[in-house]
């Protein structure tokens, strides 16, 4: 193949990858419904490197596919049969920490929480919160604006990324954005972000950090029903209290959690989780508001801690909810859809009527606070049709929250998995210019090509 | 030429007749709504107004876009909200789309962050007279190419806005200001940063060109005692404490920018007022690291400054007898940018400016037909 | 992870073959925990990586000498399963897998003499002392051998300590709480038969009698990780047959023998003595986790005091889940301050054999371990596992640095002896 060819004479040696094995272990990332073989997986060390596979791929007009540690739950580091896979996990130095600007620069395959790891010295640390923080790159999380737990207050990715290199599609490295908070001109380095890679691959980024909280302080409480735990969320917003999180976990959810880390959570038909933070007489102050507002929202029970260890303890059986579903069911689809904040009760309610119209098993895990669900569909995929069926039940699950005003991603992106459903959110014209600008950018289509947008190779845009 | 539009429909129209145009607002950001081209049709946008959705329990807020921030910043307060980028110049009736195309967050941006950190939806007409939207109307949302940060600092070349969806917070009860002096900013700069990376989040944290500090706090009436007590202990040097509606006056005038006119310190009631261009404010994006050779240059030419948002921003006043040229060449030494928001005729980003292929690209998707003018 | 393999056609073993690759969704929180992930940065190297190339092998969609390679990389450290939210038993698939393809899989002529010199060797005392002393003089060779067997030669200990014997019954001191009995184990009642006499003897002082089974074989652990099976079963039924029922616990002293005995189950699985197997890997203790159990009597406070890193032996703290038993043990010492190493739950490279089958990548790991735990600033560090002693001290010394290495129960004796300070470096 001409594209391996070219690749060979980047001097690669060993980190050019083509054995049967090799290929196999990148065919899929965190959604293994959907796999595909590469023709070739590059491990880069260096920017150059990145630059000269790109510009390689683009010579032969061979798709690519950049991907950090895998763990895309959209299916948004999918290889294309035949393309291209470009891991960066090796790329994974924090090149510097500017305590006086409150910035770090990093390059894609930096490990989240290693970047609050190394800036803990200067007391300092990255907000965004994935639940696959201990694993995800940032990278990846750049490309598909992940969000995390304490979105509420501190926002998605996004918020925290300033500026960055990058190289374009066919090989061009440019600069975007800048180290300063307050950005200059149209905001293009927000405009990369979350573009789910079509736009090429970011070598270097620089993130902004805020200080470590002073103080912190957890909330389990545990409710008899989904829609009191979904009750006491508005009340908190309501009073003008604004947490750094609030979770919701069903019984199943926690079963699961239960079944995994043991996070010795409250027997519950729903658990809520809010977390306090800032400055230890705020916290306080906030401490005794948000306890008189849960005494009176139908709480069963109601415990809070500011110590580390439990608090990582609760924050562990949340982080680990995805996978610690394995621990139920063979397989499952985990969906990521927003409905408003008021509308978090009847949202909840007609995933319950689906999900018993449907005979599926339906765990329920989600950003109360910022109305993002995650409905975990649990099925069997050794039984004929049951992959579809639990399909068909995320379809629907997913138009109702855009009915309700809301989206069909919150936070992991549209990837190959939900691209049908972006017609439920843009209307023809709103997706014929998303097309537009990516192929201005990538005529070819080359870089991560079939995420989020149906290629013109597939049919017409969008 | 200016052409007034209250309608999707009108903008589309609009622009796919005009062979060049520029919207506006309430113009009071003069710079950004002038033309150079005398064939280039202003559009004037102030007609498209009014709040379409604002629940105060989903903290978000959909509202056309003329519609003055002052409109927005009412109707939040009522529910004790508010906008935590603090827009400047809502007093002289910024609107909101003015607002989100200059791309401009006030002092207030310190505690939570800036525009970029609240804009979650935008509706705008693209150049080939198309209404296309991006992102949406909730807090989270990972759907689409993110248009809407796009528009931030857009001036107005990428696209019509035509509404705005943006996320609120609930507003501190209450508000004091320490203020202390130093012998300049440069002394002034390591307290900013042990502020920068304390524990107290600040409303706000500005630094006048005369070395005064001012820390913003916000809480309740009980937290603020504390607060007040920790910060003046940061800051160390005699503070002075500024408190009810002396404290309000003082950073509605900074939201205002007063201070930063030209006519010296006979403000210009009008900023728009085009009769006497008397110097050119602008905005400076800087790091702390930066502040030192930045004060050292715009006080050497005399030209009256403040920093912002813990030194993340400069706003200065460059005086007439300055060209701008030498403001450019002097913000690119220092590998700074800046963007005018009045004065005399010229374009409106300076110094090192931000651009490349990939903004060539996009822009070049939006407005095919250049029918917006040139960044 | 749904899949196609027929598990019905996998013997015996297929469901512990099938069941880890269902409960794996691929999330990616073992990558870090991996250590082979962390050092060789690819993903063939990682758990969920190579779940998939065993999965795509069985499903007969990938070739299993292209997979071999990644597979063979693995430690069998079982890191992966202590970070793994979804439950996946991944030591019992790759230890089956590695058994199951054992019969087809085809070895180069030096790596099958290394392999037999091994599985002959050091699970037999006599032949390991013998091979020892044989060995030193021949390392002068090590140059000219092929590589795995110079890679042997290197791991030869420079003296032995002298033979030294157990006993076959030790009485408990004062009121008898508990009666054990003891596997002596091979390789490390060669290279360190102080462990087992330290044992001996801080049991006897917790009033715990301890009987030593004469006829009991190595468990069988080095063979049964490595595919051997076949030679793996007549080791484990030695032991059915020696080790009485009559006792409160089967006491292991190695990390990895007691993780060893108890696959018992899995290792006799499809065999008449299956049952008894697995109701004797039921009783398998490590001593550390029994004399937490039984309830330590604290030693006398130290004349000094002394800072101790204490290491997690895969094998204890992955394979069986004990972290915090040695801890405690050790916490329990007045005057002793215990202080945690970075990256506790990766491996220090020994794992077994794969110093000798792996040794760039042992080394690399042996390094990175020695780094974290002399970045302590212990005076003392303690682990559970003779592998882990000689692998450490081996790096230790290699980076030039003097630091006493002990095993937990060494410790608690020389703290009842008033001896703990100026333990000699290993």
Redesign the interface.
């Known amino acids: 193949m001409e594209i391996i060819a070219a690749l060979g004479e980047l001097g690669l040696g060993e980190r050019l ?1 083509t ?4 290929l ?7 959604l ?2 959907f796999t595909a073989r590469p023709c070739a ?1 590059v ?1 880069a060390e260096s920017t150059a490197e990145v630059v000269a596979t790109v510009r390689a791929c683009h010579a032969t007009g061979t798709p690519f596919v950049a991907r950090g ?3 895309s739950l959209s299916g948004g580091s999918l290889p294309v049969a035949g393309g291209v896979l470009i ?1 960066l ?2 790329l994974n130095r924090v090149l510097s920490i ?6 770090a620069v990093l390059e894609p395959g930096v ?1 989240n929480l290693d970047v609050s790891r190394a800036a803990a010295a ?3 640390a990255y907000a965004p919160d994935p639940s ?1 923080q ?3 790159s940032i990278g990846g999380n750049l490309a ?2 992940s ?1 995390g737990a304490h ?3 501190h ?2 990715t ?2 925290h990324i300033l500026g960055m290199t ?1 190289v ?1 599609p066919d090989g ?1 490295l ?22 789910e890679g079509l ?1 090429g691959i970011a070598v270097e980024v620089t993130v902004s950090l805020i ?1 470590i ?3 912190t302080a957890t909330f389990l409480a545990a409710y008899d029903s989904l829609s009191a735990a979904g009750d006491a969320v ?1 009340a908190i ?2 009073a ?3 947490p750094v999180a609030m979770e919701i976990m069903d019984a199943l959810a926690i079963e699961a959690a239960e ?3 043991k996070p010795r959570y409250p027997p519950a038909a729903a658990l809520l989780i809010v977390e306090l933070e ?5 916290v306080a ?1 906030d401490t005794t508001a948000l306890e008189a507002l849960i005494a009176v929202s139908g709480a069963v029970s109601v415990t809070h801690t500011a110590d580390p260890e439990e608090r990582a303890l609760i924050w562990k059986g949340r982080k ?1 909810a ?6 139920l069911a ?3 689809i985990v969906q ?1 859809g ?5 509308q978090l009760g009847r949202a909840l309610a007609e995933v319950e009527a689906l999900s018993a119209a449907a005979g599926i098993r339906v765990a329920n895990v989600f ?1 109360a606070g ?3 669900l995650h409905p975990l569909i649990l099925f069997d ?2 039984e004929a049709g049951a ?1 579809e069926r639990a399909e068909q039940l995320a379809a629907d699950i997913l138009s109702m929250c855009v009915r309700l ?10 990837g190959v998995e ?1 691209r049908a459903h ?1 017609p439920l ?3 023809p ?2 997706l ?3 097309g ?2 990516r ?3 990538d005529p070819g289509e080359l870089a991560n090509r079939g995420k ?1 947008l149906v290629p013109m190779a597939e049919g017409t845009a969008a | 030429m200016i052409a007034t539009v209250d309608s999707v429909a009108a903008v589309q129209e609009a622009v796919l007749v005009s062979d060049r145009l520029l919207p506006v607002g309430a113009q009071t950001k003069p710079a950004l709504s002038a033309v150079t081209d005398p064939g280039t049709v202003r559009l004037d946008c102030a007609g498209l107004s009014g709040i379409s959705a604002y629940d105060p329990a989903e903290l978000t807020l959909t509202a056309a876009a003329g519609t003055p921030i002052v409109e927005l910043a009412d109707a939040l307060a009522a529910h004790g909200q508010y906008l935590p980028f603090d827009p400047p110049l809502a007093a002289a009736g910024a609107t909101l789309a003015g607002t989100v195309a200059a791309g401009l967050s006030g002092a207030g941006a310190q505690r939570y962050g800036g525009l970029r950190d609240f804009i979650i939806g935008v509706e705008f007409v693209d150049g080939r007279g198309r209404h296309v939207h991006g992102g949406g109307r909730v807090v989270k949302n990972a759907a689409g190419f993110d248009l809407p940060k796009l528009m931030v600092g857009s001036l107005g070349r990428l696209g019509v806005i035509v509404a705005v969806s943006l996320k609120v917070f609930p507003r501190a009860r209450a508000h004091r200001t320490l203020a202390a002096t130093f012998a300049s900013p440069a002394a002034a700069l390591d307290t900013i940063g042990v502020l920068n990376r304390g524990p107290l989040a600040l409303e706000a944290l500005d630094l006048t060109s005369e070395g005064r500090l001012l820390v913003r706090l916000g809480g309740d009436d009980g937290t603020l005692t504390a607060l007040t007590e920790r910060a003046e202990a940061t800051i160390g040097t005699a503070c002075e404490r500024i408190d009810g509606p002396e404290e309000a006056a003082m950073w509605a005038a900074s939201a205002a920018l007063t201070a930063l006119r030209g006519n010296g310190d006979r403000a210009s009631e009008n900023p728009s007022d085009s009769d006497a261009p008397s110097g050119d404010l602008i905005r400076i994006p800087l790091t702390p690291p930066q502040l030192p050779p930045l004060s050292t240059a715009l006080t050497a030419a005399g030209a009256r400054h403040r920093f912002s948002r813990g030194a993340s921003v400069a706003w200065a006043h460059w005086p007439a007898d300055r060209t701008l040229t030498e403001l450019s060449d002097r913000l690119a030494d220092l590998g700074l940018g800046g963007q005018r928001l009045w004065g005399r005729p010229g374009p409106p980003l300076l110094g090192t400016v931000p651009g490349g292929p990939f903004a060539d690209r996009v822009r070049a998707a939006l407005d095919p037909d250049h029918r917006f003018p040139e960044l | 992870m749904r899949h196609t393999i027929a598990t019905d056609t996998l013997g015996p073993r297929g469901p512990a073959l099938t069941a880890p690759i269902d409960a794996c969704v691929h999330c990616g929180f073992c990558l870090p925990s991996c250590p082979t992930y962390v050092t060789l940065g690819e993903e063939m190297d990682s758990p969920r990586g190579r779940i998939l190339l065993m999965k795509e092998v069985l499903e007969g969609t990938l070739e299993l000498d292209s997979a071999l390679p990644y597979l063979d990389n693995c430690l069998g450290c079982q890191a992966c399963e202590t970070a793994c939210p979804s439950g996946v038993h991944y030591g019992e698939l790759i230890t089956g897998f590695r058994a199951h393809v054992e019969p087809v899989r085809r070895r180069p002529a030096a790596a099958r003499l290394q392999r037999r010199l091994l599985l002959e060797t050091l699970p037999f005392p006599r032949r390991f002392a013998l091979a020892a002393r044989l060995g030193r003089p021949a390392r002068a060779l090590a140059e000219r051998l092929p590589s795995p067997l110079a890679a042997m030669l290197a791991l030869i200990p420079d003296r032995l300590p002298p033979a030294a014997p157990l006993p076959a019954r030790m009485p408990a001191q004062g009121p008898r709480r508990a009666r054990v009995a003891l596997l002596a184990g091979c390789a490390q009642q060669v290279l360190d038969p102080d462990i087992n006499w330290a044992a001996l003897r801080v049991l006897a002082a917790n009033g715990i009698e301890t009987v030593i089974p004469p006829g009991q074989a190595c468990c069988g652990a080095l063979a049964m990780h490595t595919g051997a099976s076949e030679r793996a079963r007549p080791l484990a039924r030695a032991n059915l047959a020696a080790f009485p029922t009559d006792v409160d616990a089967i006491i292991t002293t190695a990390a990895g023998c007691g993780s060893g005995m108890r696959e018992y189950g899995l290792l006799l699985a499809g065999e008449p003595d299956a049952e008894a197997g697995a109701a004797l890997a039921e009783r398998v203790c490590d001593v550390a986790t029994f004399l937490d159990r039984v309830g330590l009597i604290a030693p006398p406070p130290l004349p000094e005091p002394i800072t101790v890193a204490y290491h997690d032996a895969c094998h204890l703290a992955h394979a069986q889940r004990e972290r915090t038993a040695p801890r405690r043990l050790l916490g329990a010492i007045d005057g002793l301050t215990l202080v945690e190493p970075a990256e506790w739950e990766l491996c220090c490279g020994s794992a077994g054999t794969y110093n000798v089958e792996h040794p760039e990548l042992a080394r690399r790991l042996g390094a990175r371990k020695a780094a974290n735990l002399r970045a302590t600033g212990a005076e003392l560090i303690v682990t559970a596992n003779i592998g882990c002693l000689t692998q450490i001290g081996l790096h230790l010394r290699e980076a030039g640095v003097e630091m006493a290495l002990l095993h937990t129960v060494q410790v608690l004796d020389r703290a009842y002896a008033h001896a703990l300070k100026g333990a000699p470096p290993r």
């Open positions: 990858l054995t049967p094995a090799a196999a272990a990148f065919s899929c990332d965190g293994t419904a997986a491990l540690s895998g763990t891991a996990n090796r500017d305590p006086e600007s409150r910035t490990i200067h007391g300092l696959s201990s694993v995800c598909f604006n969000g979105c509420l207050r926002g998605m996004a918020n990058v374009l061009e440019t600069t975007l954005g800048g180290p300063s908070r307050e950005g200059l001109g149209p905001d293009w380095t927000g405009m990369f972000c979350g573009s736009f200080p909280a002073e103080a508005s917003v309501a003008g209290l604004l079944a995994s880390v800032g400055d230890r007489d705020t102050a680990s995805f996978s610690a579903v394995g621990w063979p397989d499952y990521d927003v409905v408003p904040r008021t950003h910022d109305g993002n995929g050794a992959l005003g809301g989206s069909i991603t919150g936070e992991h992106g549209v939900k972006l959110m843009f209307s014209d709103d014929t210019l998303m537009e600008i192929r201005s950018v989020m």
